[in-house]
């Protein structure tokens, strides 16, 4: 449900009192039977509308104010804008490329303002979890936390089994389940029913978010550690995928950003303890195009070089999503399963099974939790037998080797958004401030980055005067040389005299040898001679 923040205390007050005045002077109207009493009756009913109190104008904590409230003119914050690289710079350039998405962006099935606004209601959730999520809390309730600050964003209510809202699915909600992922696992865990795990401070966290507004999906994941141990990591996923977003563009093939990916991505090193792991990007995971109400369209975006020809073209949106591991650097489906997504309509006995998830998730990805919020209980047999015919896919929980710890980092990008631009004379306006800040925690991460980066060169510079110490200790041998070409050339001659001698002495036994009639080896004629 949308909770709306209480009314002013002093605003509610002055209405009270008010409201116990009207009622004192309806009183005595009413025992004269005048017509005066009837009018102020009428009066009093229009007053009791201001009991509402003045419209948020912030967020609450945690957020469950819907943006209409917050944005109410509808016009949403605008994302980063990426300018396409070296050859597709024209299309950024280019006034007819420009007015043709100007007129896209005036349809109603098109618009960016749907991307936007779910995006701007990620932006803020996202916002709440990584400042509130910590070691002690439940998975279960970190999910259920999330998805229901999705819930009231997006200002969709929650649909009831066989209610009037069951195809309100389709305006806005929940993308696909939260994926939670722990440690080895990399994606596609999201607690089910009963289960009882607990965030460790030991623990890597992957928080995939999606929100959908409209059918347009915004799919965004983020990677929490409690320790310091593994940022080495976190910093190598981020890198990659900001990599892959500048990578990206019309025309650019999805195997030439796989190989930009890699590349970065294994420049990386992990020292835990004593031991030293290079990064490495999850082969057999990727990310993908997202069409409406499907959050994997037909493309897949590698993050390995491969030899995949594929190429971005122009409106397609995708999701730049890696993945970086101190394993082996590929997943296998491990645990029990929780996510699925419905991918045809059934026939015979199981249309009734799969009618309540045509109603209320459609072919949005979905998990056990939904159907027990639906009222569903016995409901394992048959979803099992809607994966076996095929009906349904189920998304089991992809993990690495045990012990291994792998990272999450995932971007949004729309190869139209390049062409969409802020004039510079518009009036401030709250979505504007909204993505002032938006870039203001941009700035604190690139600072963080900064900060790194410092520290990298300060410790390349050591090594650079350690390298310099050992040029001088060679230089110095250089100096000595010649004393120590001497004592070689001494040891060398000693050598010399050894063999000319043993040369001697085998020449020696071998004419004994001839001249007793006798064949004897070399070793054996030595051992005669020294027998003499």
């Known amino acids: 449900m949308i909770q709306q923040p209480p009314p002013d205390p002093v605003e509610a007050k002055e209405e009270e009192e008010k409201e116990e005045e009207e009622e004192e002077e309806e009183a005595q109207e009413g025992e004269n039977g005048g017509a005066e009493g009837a009018k102020k009756k009428k009066k009093k009913k229009k007053s009791k509308k201001k009991k509402t109190g003045a419209a948020p104008t912030v967020q609450s904590d945690p957020p469950r104010v819907g943006l209409s409230f917050l944005f109410p003119n509808g016009v949403y914050p605008e994302g980063e804008i990426q300018e396409y690289k070296n050859d597709n710079s024209y299309r950024t350039t280019s006034a007819e490329k420009k007015e043709a998405e100007r007129l896209a962006c005036e349809n109603p099935e098109t618009t960016y303002e749907n991307i936007r606004r779910a995006a701007e209601v990620h932006r803020q959730v996202r916002a709440h979890a990584r400042k509130h999520i910590r070691p002690g809390q439940t998975m279960t309730d970190i999910a259920n936390n999330i998805e229901e600050g999705v819930r009231a964003l997006v200002e969709v209510q929650g649909r009831e089994k066989g209610g009037m809202e069951a195809e309100n699915w389709r305006l806005a909600g929940i993308g696909f389940p939260t994926g939670l992922s722990l440690n080895e696992c990399a994606a596609h865990y999201t607690p089910n029913a009963g289960d009882t795990r607990v965030l460790q401070q030991k623990d890597m966290l992957k928080v995939d978010i999606g929100v959908q507004v409209n059918g347009r999906i915004c799919d965004s994941a983020f990677t929490l550690s409690f320790e310091p141990t593994y940022d080495a990591l976190m910093e190598a996923v981020k890198d990659a995928t900001n990599t892959g977003v ?228 060679i230089n110095a041998y250089k100096a000595a040389r010649s004393s120590a070409t001497d004592s070689l050339l001494a040891e060398r001659g000693r050598i010399d005299s050894s063999h000319r001698m043993t040369d001697d002495v085998l020449a020696f036994c071998q004419a004994k040898v001839v001249l007793g009639g006798y064949q004897y080896t070399n070793e054996w004629s030595i051992e005669l001679y020294a027998g003499y």
């Open 246 to 473: 500048r990578e990206a563009g019309i025309d650019v093939r999805l195997g030439d950003i796989g190989a930009a990916i890699q590349e970065v991505m294994e420049s990386y090193e992990v020292v835990v303890g004593t031991n030293t792991y290079q990064v490495k990007s999850i082969e057999n995971l990727s990310g993908h195009s997202i069409e409406r109400y499907r959050i994997h369209g037909g493309k897949s975006v590698p993050i390995v070089k491969t030899a995949d020809q594929t190429k971005m073209e122009e409106g397609e949106l995708f999701a730049i999503e890696t993945f970086g591991s101190t394993g082996r650097g590929r997943v296998i489906e491990s645990g029990d399963c929780s996510h699925y997504a419905k991918m045809r309509n059934p026939r015979g006995t199981l249309r009734q099974v799969c009618f309540l998830l045509s109603t209320h998730f459609g072919t949005l990805p979905f998990c056990r939790r939904y159907l027990d919020r639906y009222g569903e209980s016995k409901y394992l047999l048959a979803l099992k037998s809607l994966v076996q015919e095929g009906i349904v896919q189920d998304y089991p929980p992809l993990c690495d080797v045990k012990g291994a710890m792998t990272a999450q980092f995932l971007r949004e990008t729309n190869d139209g958004m390049a062409n969409l631009m802020s004039s510079p004379q518009a009036e401030v306006t709250t979505s504007m401030r909204h993505s002032v800040q938006m870039h203001r925690e941009m700035l604190d991460d690139y600072t963080r980055d900064f900060g790194r980066t410092k520290s990298s060169v300060r410790s390349a510079l050591d090594r650079a005067n350690l390298l310099s110490n050992v040029r001088s200790d």
